[in-house]
C-alpha cells in the first residue's frame, strides 16, 4: 500500500510533460522456491582455482534446476529437496555420499535427515555406510516406518528392506577426502606431542576446523504452499566413536514447518545441537514474529558464535522469503525463484 501510494503521489506532482514515473518500476519482491547449500568454512577465492569453482557452481546450479523442475511442475516440496539432495550426495565436491568425509578408521559413516512442513513428519538415518542416497532413506525412514530416527546396521538393514540402492563402501571413497584424513590425523599428532595434556581436540579431531565442512542441505516451498527441509552429511573429518552431528537430529540441523518456514544447517554440529537451533530459528519467528531473516540472523550471528561455535544455515519462510547467514568466510549456496531465476553463491559479500 505504502509503494502504491508513493508512486501515485508522485505522479500527481510530475504533472503533463514532465518525466512520470510508469507504473511498471513498483515490484514485488522475487518470491523464492528453493535455496540450498554445501557446506561453509575457510572458503576463500584466493584458495580456489577457476577450475574448482566452476565445478563448485556448476553442480549447485545442477541440484537447483532438479529440485526447481519438481516445483515447477507442480511436484511437492518434499520430492524437491530429495532430488536436490540426491544430486549433491552424487557429486563427489560435496560431504554427503559419494564424497562423504572418512571417519579415524577410514570409513564413510553418513547422517541425513527430511522433514514435512505440513505435517511436522520426519524421518533421518545416522551412520550409515552402505546406502547410496542417504536422504532416500531418511525419506523411507518417514514413510515406511513408525519412527523418525534409525541409526547404523539398523537402519541398513531397513533400507535394504526398503528396497533402497546399496553399495559397496568402496564406492563412497575419493582420494581428496582420503588425503584429508591424513592430514587432519597428521595435525592430530603433532597437536599430541605439543600438548598432551590437552586431549579433548585430538579426541574429536577438530583442530582442523574446517575438516568438518561440506554438509549439504535444501529446503523449498512448494506451489500448495507446503515447506520441506532436508539435510545429509558425511559429518566430521576424522571423527571418532560413532560421533553424529547436528544434521540428522530434528530440531538441530534440519526443521520445516508450514507456520514458519524451513531450515537446513551447516557448521560446527555441536553447538547447533547445544542449541536447537533449527527449532528455535521457527520458535523466535511463531512466538516473538521476527522475519525470517531476523530470527536466523540472532542464531548464526549471535548465539552460535558466543558459545564459540561457527556455521551457516539456509531458510526458506510460508511466504517465499529467505534467508542464508553465515558466520564462516564462505558458503556455498544458491537459490531458485518461481520465475527459474537462479543465482549461485560462495564467498561472503
Known amino acids: 500500500m505504502l509503494a502504491t501510494f508513493l508512486v501515485t503521489t508522485l505522479l500527481m506532482m510530475t504533472g503533463p510533460g514532465t518525466n512520470a514515473i510508469p507504473n511498471d518500476t513498483v515490484t514485488a519482491a522475487p518470491k523464492y522456491v528453493m535455496v540450498i547449500h554445501g557446506g561453509a568454512g575457510t572458503i576463500l577465492k584466493a584458495n580456489m582455482t577457476p577450475e574448482k569453482e566452476a565445478a563448485y557452481k556448476a553442480g549447485l546450479e545442477q541440484a537447483l534446476k532438479a529440485g526447481y523442475a519438481v516445483i515447477q511442475r507442480g511436484g511437492a516440496s518434499l520430492d524437491a529437496v530429495e532430488a536436490a539432495i540426491k544430486v549433491m550426495e552424487d557429486n563427489p565436491l560435496f560431504n554427503a555420499g559419494k564424497g562423504a568425509v572418512f571417519t579415524n578408521e577410514g570409513k564413510n559413516e553418513m547422517d541425513a535427515a527430511i522433514m514435512n512442513g505440513k505435517t511436522l513428519a520426519a524421518g533421518s538415518v545416522a551412520g550409515v555406510t552402505v546406502i547410496k542416497n542417504p536422504i532416500t532413506a531418511a525419506r523411507a525412514v ?67 576446523k574446517d575438516s568438518k565442512f561440506g554438509t549439504v542441505g535444501a529446503v523449498a516451498l512448494d506451489k500448495q504452499g507446503n515447506l520441506a527441509a532436508a539435510t545429509s552429511t558425511g559429518g566430521m573429518t576424522n571423527k571418532k566413536f560413532g560421533r553424529i552431528g547436528d544434521a540428522p537430529i530434528i530440531g538441530a540441523g534440519t526443521y520445516a514447518n ?53 556455521g551457516g544455515l539456509i531458510a526458506i519462510d510460508k511466504n517465499g522469503n529467505i534467508a542464508m547467514p553465515f558466520n564462516t568466510a ?20
Open 330 to 349: 564462505g558458503m556455498y549456496r544458491g537459490s531458485v525463484t518461481a520465475d527459474g531465476k537462479i543465482e549461485v553463491k560462495i564467498y561472503k559479500e
Open 142 to 208: 518417514m514413510e515406511k516406518s513408525q519412527h523418525v530416527m534409525l541409526a547404523g546396521r539398523g537402519a541398513e538393514q531397513f533400507a535394504k528392506e526398503a528396497g533402497l540402492e546399496i553399495v559397496d563402501p568402496s564406492y563412497f571413497y575419493t582420494e581428496d577426502r582420503w588425503k584429508g584424513l591424513l592430514r587432519v590425523k597428521a595435525a592430530d599428532s603433532a597437536k599430541t606431542q605439543l600438548d598432551h595434556d590437552d586431549h579433548k581436540t585430538s579426541l574429536l579431531g577438530i583442530e582442523n
Open 258 to 310: 508450514n507456520a514458519t518456514c524451513a531450515i537446513s544447517c551447516t557448521g560446527w554440529g555441536e553447538f547447533f545441537i547445544r542449541l536447537c537451533v533449527a527449532k528455535t530459528v521457527s520458535d523466535l519467528m511463531e512466538y516473538k514474529g521476527l522475519t525470517v531473516q531476523q530470527a536466523t540472523h540472532e542464531l548464526i550471528m549471535q548465539k552460535v558464535p558466543a558459545l564459540g561455535g561457527d
